[in-house]
């Protein structure tokens, strides 16, 4: 309900608030990304088996290192590669 109003009402604004308005919410998904991107970080450690569904299908390997907001999978043993965290589930 309060969403369709906030829409309704960006015909109100002039540029310069629109441009405001979207440096808020770019800077509030990026801080709700952080937070989970925090939260996934300290579930996982190098060693622990992992899944995902990427743009080949799913996916699964061994986590190598975990980097900030990403981790470096082992994938059939010898192929590395960069999945972001939100991705990743334990097997």
């Not at 109003?5 to 441009?19: F, G, P, R």
């Not at 900030?68 to 999978?73: N, S, T, W, Y």
Request: net charge positive; proline share 2%.
């Amino acid at each position: 309900m309060i969403l369709n109003q906030m829409i309704k009402n960006l015909t109100t604004l002039d540029e310069n608030e629109l441009v405001e308005l979207n440096r808020e919410v770019v800077r509030q998904i990026k801080s709700q990304r952080n937070i989970e991107a925090r939260m996934k970080r300290a579930l996982f450690s190098a060693g622990d088996k992992v899944r995902w569904n990427g743009r080949r299908g799913p996916g699964e390997g061994k986590i190598v290192k975990v980097n900030r907001k990403k981790a470096i999978v082992e994938v059939n043993g010898f192929e590395r590669w960069n999945i972001p965290l939100n991705m990743l589930e334990a097997v």
